[in-house]
C-alpha cells in the first residue's frame, strides 16, 4: 500500500466518523423536539376542545405564543449545543427554524 492510498483510506474513515457524529447528533435533536412537540400538543389540544366547545378563552394570542417560547426555550435547555461545528448548526437551526 502506498501513501497516497494509506491517505484516502484515513480521509475516508474521518468521513465516515464524521457522518456518524452528525447522525448521532441529528438523532438527539430529533428526540428533544419530539418530546416537547407532545408536550405542547397536549396545551394545544386542551385549549382547541375547550374552543371547540363554545369558551371563550381570554388572552388566546398570549396563550398561543407562550406554548410556542417555552418550546423554544425546552429545545434550547435539552438539545445539545452545536458547539462551533456547521454541520450541526445547520441541523440544530433546522429543527428550531422549521418548526
Do not use: H
Not at 457524529?21 to 376542545?49: H, P, Q
Not at 369558551?55 to 438539545?79: H, M, R, T, W, Y
Amino acid at each position: 500500500m502506498n501513501n497516497n492510498q494509506s491517505i484516502l483510506i484515513i480521509l475516508i474513515v474521518l468521513s465516515l466518523l464524521l457522518y456518524v457524529v452528525s447522525a448521532s447528533y441529528s438523532a438527539t435533536c430529533d428526540s428533544a423536539f419530539c418530546r416537547i412537540f407532545e408536550e405542547s400538543t397536549k396545551e394545544i389540544v386542551e385549549l382547541k376542545s375547550n374552543i371547540d366547545q363554545g369558551v371563550c378563552i381570554p388572552q388566546l394570542g398570549q396563550k398561543a405564543d407562550q406554548i410556542c417560547n417555552s418550546a423554544l426555550e425546552k429545545f434550547s435547555q435539552q438539545a445539545p449545543l452545536p458547539d462551533e461545528d456547521k454541520a450541526k448548526e445547520a441541523i440544530y437551526d433546522k429543527k428550531v427554524l422549521k418548526n
